[in-house]
């Protein structure tokens, strides 16, 4: 069987000139990026079986994201062209003081519609990853991302969802970003999550108090990500920590992204159908692997280029 992720595929134009604005900056580096179809590509890199649920441009920029995904491996026959939309892009630049410049293109990756999700065979699929961070702002993509939530739940598949907040999308819709995450978190099998994202979405102080809440709202096993300090895991009423992997990191682009896409790989591997069969042993060494992906991937520059240093051999 097979893992399908769905929501944004786009090309990230980063500023290489170090400190510059955007207005100011002369050099850019073109990446193709979208978190769910960073996923997919760490999946597929790692040998699993794959589908992307997108929508990108009839432009050589979506045909390029194509082409990035059929390279891994990754299913694309859910990636559609669209002729009216551009593909959508997301241009950053770091500035000295650690802030970043950001301007959101958004295009193509908005207009995913019911009727497309519609023509995907959920009976191939065993595990659907809801990962995306532009699925909750206004657009078709929106009405997708909520019935495909309904399709799946009600054929009993694996529910995964990373809420993948971005401040520079969400920094006026944050009330509206966390009741969207909330329905999710508590319809999904496993979640995964930054400090500062169970933070922001049980409106708590501290991360103590934000896995108290967090108990008591997931019906799921939930992981939240520490860096070095390693991952906190969430599991029948209870939470532990597994130990990161000591590393130098040359760039942590995607580290987040290939944590779920080892979770997705080894869950569809083991041919797992409830997670609530996975013991603390089972799942200790699900995210000691999952947190191997991550370290291999912060080795190298640029999401894509890491993934392509994936391979299951990394895990016990």
Same mark, same amino acid.
């Given at each position: 069987?097979?893992?399908?992720?769905?929501?944004?595929?786009?090309?990230?134009?980063?500023?290489?000139?170090?400190?510059?604005?955007?207005?100011?900056?002369?050099?850019?580096? =073109?990446?193709?990026?979208?978190?769910?179809?960073?996923?997919?590509?760490?999946?597929?890199?790692?040998?699993? &079986?794959?589908?992307?649920?997108?929508? +990108?441009?009839?432009?050589?920029?979506?045909?390029?994201?194509?082409?990035?995904?059929?390279?891994?491996?990754?299913?694309?026959?859910?990636?559609?062209?669209?002729?009216?939309?551009?593909?959508?892009?997301?241009? +950053?630049?770091?500035?000295?003081?650690?802030?970043?410049?950001? +301007?959101?293109?958004?295009? %193509?990756?908005?207009?995913?519609?019911? &009727?497309?999700?519609?023509?995907?065979?959920?009976?191939?699929?065993?595990?659907?990853?809801?990962?995306?961070?532009?699925?909750?702002?206004?657009?078709?993509? #929106?009405?997708?991302?909520?019935?495909?939530?309904?399709?799946?739940?009600?054929?009993?598949?694996?529910?995964?969802?990373?809420?993948?907040?971005?401040?520079?999308?969400?920094?006026? =819709?944050?009330?509206?970003?966390?009741?969207?995450?909330?329905?999710?978190?508590?319809?999904?099998?496993?979640?995964?999550?930054?400090?500062?994202?169970?933070?922001?979405?049980?409106?708590?102080?501290?991360?103590?108090?934000?896995?108290?809440?967090?108990?008591?709202?997931?019906?799921?096993?939930?992981?939240?990500?520490?860096?070095? &300090?390693?991952?906190?895991?969430?599991?029948?009423? &209870?939470?532990?920590?597994?130990?990161?992997?000591?590393? #130098?990191?040359?760039?942590?682009?995607?580290?987040?992204? %290939?944590? +779920?896409?080892?979770?997705?790989?080894?869950?569809?591997?083991?041919?797992?159908?409830?997670?609530?069969?996975?013991?603390?042993?089972?799942?200790?060494?699900?995210?000691?692997?999952?947190? #191997?992906?991550?370290?291999?991937?912060?080795?190298?520059?640029?999401?894509?280029?890491?993934?392509?240093?994936?391979?299951?051999?990394?895990?016990?």
């Amino acid at each position: 069987m097979s893992v399908l992720c769905i929501g944004e595929a786009l090309i990230d134009m980063i500023c290489t000139d170090k400190g510059s604005t955007l207005a100011a900056g002369e050099n850019f580096l =073109k990446k193709p990026g979208g978190a769910p179809t960073n996923v997919a590509a760490a999946i597929a890199a790692l040998g699993g &079986e794959v589908y992307l649920s997108a929508k +990108v441009g009839n432009d050589p920029f979506g045909k390029q994201l194509q082409d990035v995904m059929d390279s891994f491996g990754v299913n694309t026959q859910h990636v559609h062209l669209d002729h009216q939309y551009f593909t959508t892009f997301a241009f +950053v630049s770091l500035m000295l003081d650690g802030e970043r410049d950001f +301007v959101f293109n958004r295009g %193509a990756d908005a207009q995913l519609t019911v &009727e497309e999700i519609k023509l995907i065979d959920l009976n191939k699929q065993d595990i659907i990853h809801f990962g995306s961070a532009t699925a909750f702002l206004d657009g078709n993509l #929106k009405a997708s991302y909520y019935h495909l939530l309904q399709e799946a739940k009600a054929l009993g598949k694996i529910i995964s969802f990373d809420p993948n907040y971005r401040h520079l999308l969400f920094s006026d =819709k944050q009330e509206s970003f966390i009741e969207q995450s909330l329905f999710f978190l508590q319809k999904a099998d496993f979640i995964k999550l930054s400090d500062e994202e169970a933070m922001l979405i049980t409106k708590t102080d501290s991360l103590e108090k934000a896995t108290q809440q967090l108990l008591q709202w997931c019906r799921g096993v939930f992981a939240i990500t520490l860096g070095k &300090e390693g991952t906190l895991l969430g599991l029948a009423g &209870e939470t532990f920590i597994v130990p990161s992997i000591p590393i #130098k990191p040359t760039d942590t682009t995607g580290a987040g992204d %290939a944590f +779920v896409g080892a979770v997705l790989f080894q869950l569809n591997e083991g041919r797992v159908k409830n997670l609530g069969q996975l013991s603390q042993a089972d799942w200790t060494k699900i995210i000691l692997n999952a947190n #191997k992906a991550g370290a291999r991937t912060c080795e190298y520059m640029g999401a894509m280029e890491a993934f392509r240093h994936l391979n299951s051999n990394i895990f016990d």
